[in-house]
């Protein structure tokens, strides 16, 4: 390899670090001319962080799905059932034990999600936007159905305080919830980079046909990565009940897909697969949350946050277009 080349390699893998970083800054300075009177508080920030965790608990899991050249548009219909289901095996539950039953139901119905996309694209060879395009709407049924398409009441206990934006501790910067969420993305990151499954599913992104050959089991762990995703998603479906003050709605999570898989392109990764960076994805999740808040705080009308969440959207796969051209 050149030196022109390896200049430039170096730079693409630059930019695909700093890009979450660049694109908050870019928010800052636009809302301080746009709306100079709308401040950072601390109470913001620590909003911010709490917004933050299920965007982020989506994007690390669907992350484990795009590395492996996979996709899932059912993310928001999956949280949605996830809370549910919770919902309706935490209704009776006491104080005590409604938190662990959440937190079990919400990711065991994760996983089933997962298992369910997963033998879709495997055994019936369904493409996986096709596939998910269908449980989108299948997973969202399914929780309007058992729901009686109405919230579903059910106990949060302690989980509640987890997620209440000004810490139950005072010597706590941010909600435990946060450090829950980092504590899982790190443990993502860990698969991926040190464990044999993890980095037999970038290979299998980067050249699915080459992985074959190498015997690399493709059937195995593409549902694999379909069964993580999922349970980030329950561990985030958990997250909205507690938000929601022990709730599961069926309506909820609509659009959640498109942050997560923005958040994970904003970070660096490829839609093409075999190139991911879970905490790029983290901070791609926060960029998103800070996008929200700022809206808000200037008094923008929800119609404008969702042109402008749009907007980001086509600017993170035109990103990813242009990275891939340059590579």
Known sequence: M???SQTSARASRTLRAMSPILGMVAVLILFR???????????DLRTIAVQTVIVALASCGVALVIVAGGLDLSIGSSVALAGVV????????SSTAAPWIVMLAAIGTGALCGIYNGALITFFRIPPFIATLGTLGFFRGVAKWTSGSSPVRGEAGWLADWVRPVPPAEWLPVAPVVFVM??????????????VPGRQLTAIGDN?????????????????????????????????YARLGGSGDPSIAIGLELKAIAAVVIGGA?????VVSIWGAVAGAALMALLDNRCTAAGWPNFVQDIVVGHIIIIAVAMDRWRSRSA
Not at 183 to 193: E, T, V
């Open 270 to 274: 490829s839609l093409s697969g075999g």
């Open 86 to 93: 919770a919902g309706l095996m935490a209704k009776d539950a």
């Open 33 to 43: 001319i746009l709306a100079p009177d709308a401040g950072i508080s601390l109470l």
């Open 182 to 195: 980092l504590a899982l993305a790190a443990m993502s990151a860990f698969f991926l980079s040190r464990t």
């Open 208 to 240: 699915a046909e080459a992985a074959r050959r190498c015997g690399i089991p493709i059937t195995r762990l593409t549902i694999l990565s379909y069964v993580l995703c999922g349970a980030f998603l329950g561990a985030a479906a958990a997250v909205q």
């Open 2 to 4: 050149s030196i022109a």
